[in-house]
Each structure stands twice: as structure tokens, then as C-alpha cells.
């Protein structure tokens, strides 16, 4: 009986290691410590889809340079492949892949992280994509089916969040963007939740207060 079992990396925990060839030579989980690292996997080179998901990372790479972060993705495809595919791209859409794109023929990363789901394909991986924080820390994932894209600004707006969150010490609410009022964590003693309406913060109720930064 095959043993269709999916691993799943965990949130908040240090993402897994890996050392992949890529498009860009040999790469290691740890070449990006002390940086943000986006990674993410695509079913197939040469399909359309993929295509624009690329594009769309692409043309975003110095947006995502300017949180210090990089990006890095992957297919269960071989170098060639992926080299043959982001000259395809630059020529025909005129769009330069410059990020590396893992080689992972023989699925040791993309089982590591999930990316191959029984459900979907034995041999391709999902639209998984990863961030993964300064300390090698998994901080968000999500998971798209093969046929539909994704948000590339979305995960901008994550990014963003993430770093906001850390560097303040706040949550942010639905669709937060950069400038809106931030959430204030709730109290965690009745003395506090009865102090809250006090603190100066834009106050609803004691478990819901906002701040602008």
C-alpha cells in the first residue's frame, strides 16, 4: 500500500533546511539567514499559470529587496528547465527572472515542506508559498490548488504585517496596509481590562483597541 502521508512544516517553528541546486548555483537555508526569504513552488515550467505567477514575483523583486527580503522559488523540474523557461519568459513578455529557482528533481524539498499533496499530483508541487523570517523561522504559509493563481501583492501585505507586528508588538486586523491603525494586544488581567478604556488608545471595548503608529 502506497503511503500517501503529507508533511507539514509548523508555524513558528525553524523552517526546514535544505541545500538544492538552483538557477543561481547551490543554495542553503542558511544563505539567507538574517534576511526574509519568500519561497515558493509551482506545478510545472512552461505552463501558463506559472507564467504569470512569475511575472508577478518578478516584477514585484524590488519591492520585496526594499523589506529585505529575498525571493527563491521551485519546481520539480531540472535546471535546464528552469533556465530554458525564464529566457522564455524575457523573450516573450519581456519580464527578467532574477531570482533562483530550485531544481528539486528528486522532491526532497518540496516533501519537506508540503508541497506534494496526493490530492492534487503525485509528481508536482502545489502553489505553496512560504515566508520564512531572519531567524530561519516559518512565520506564514499558504497553499493554492494548480489551478488558480495567487495574489503576489498579498503577499507583500503579509510581509509587511509581519514586520509590523514584530517591530511594535501589535496585531493587525483584515486587509491591514501600511498607515492603518494597528490592534493593541487585549489585556490578560481583569486590573488591566479595567485600566484599558484609560490607556489612550482608540478604545471599542476592553478586548478591542486600536493605535495608529
Not at 509551482?42 to 524590488?62: I, K, Q, S, W
Not at 519546481?75 to 519580464?95: C, L, M
Not at 490592534?183 to 479595567?194: H, K, L, Q, R, S
Request: hydrophobic share 40%; glycine share 6%; net charge negative.
Amino acid at each position: 500500500m502506497t503511503d500517501t502521508t503529507v508533511t507539514f512544516p509548523q508555524l513558528n517553528k525553524p523552517a526546514p533546511a535544505f541545500n538544492a541546486k538552483t538557477t543561481h548555483g547551490m543554495k542553503t537555508l542558511e544563505d539567507y539567514k538574517g534576511k526574509w526569504l519568500v519561497l515558493f513552488s509551482h506545478p510545472a515550467d512552461f505552463t501558463p499559470v506559472c507564467t504569470t505567477e512569475f511575472m508577478g514575483f518578478a516584477t514585484r523583486a524590488d519591492q520585496f529587496a526594499a523589506l529585505n527580503c529575498e525571493l527563491l522559488g521551485l519546481s520539480i523540474d531540472s535546471v535546464h528547465s528552469h533556465i530554458a523557461w525564464a529566457r522564455s519568459i524575457e523573450q516573450n513578455f519581456g519580464v527578467k527572472i532574477t531570482f533562483p529557482i530550485i531544481a528539486d528533481l528528486s522532491m526532497e524539498v518540496a516533501k519537506a515542506y508540503g508541497m506534494i499533496q496526493p490530492g492534487a499530483s503525485d509528481t508536482a508541487a502545489v502553489r505553496a508559498t512560504f515566508i520564512i523570517d531572519p531567524n530561519g523561522i516559518l512565520r506564514a504559509m499558504v497553499y493554492y490548488p494548480m489551478s488558480n493563481g495567487r495574489s503576489i501583492d498579498e503577499f507583500l501585505r503579509v510581509l509587511k504585517a509581519l514586520q509590523t507586528s514584530d517591530e511594535h508588538k501589535v496585531a493587525t486586523p483584515e486587509n491591514w496596509q501600511p498607515g492603518n491603525d494597528v490592534i493593541v494586544p487585549p489585556p490578560a488581567t481583569m486590573d488591566d481590562a479595567e485600566a484599558r478604556k484609560g490607556q489612550g488608545y482608540n478604545y471599542v471595548d476592553w478586548y478591542y483597541s486600536t493605535k495608529s503608529l
